[in-house]
């Protein structure tokens, strides 16, 4: 099994793909605690698509 990344490599992935630079280390601090914020709701959209659910809140789509 593939190990899981952890959102800091995730962050410096997108700091590297999309040249990043903050003013100060407050502000990046900022930035990637937003961005884990984000990668949080990605991934646990991406589970609910995974076990058949309709992840924007319409269970209409589940499996039987």
């Known amino acids: 099994m593939a190990e ?3 959102p ?3 962050w410096n992935e ?3 793909k999309y040249p990043k630079s903050y ?3 407050e502000e990046e601090q ?4 937003i961005f884990k914020d984000n ?3 990605v991934e646990e ?3 609910k698509i995974r076990f ?3 992840a924007r809140g319409n269970e209409s789509n589940e499996r039987l």
Do not use: A, P
């Not at 900022?30 to 605690?33: A, E, V």
């Open 23 to 25: 003013k100060n280390e």
């Open 52 to 54: 058949g659910h309709d």
């Open 14 to 16: 997108f700091k590297t």
């Open 39 to 41: 990668l949080k709701n």
């Open 8 to 10: 800091e490599d995730h």
């Open 45 to 47: 959209h991406n589970k």
């Open 4 to 6: 899981s990344k952890l």
């Open 30 to 33: 900022m930035r990637f605690k």
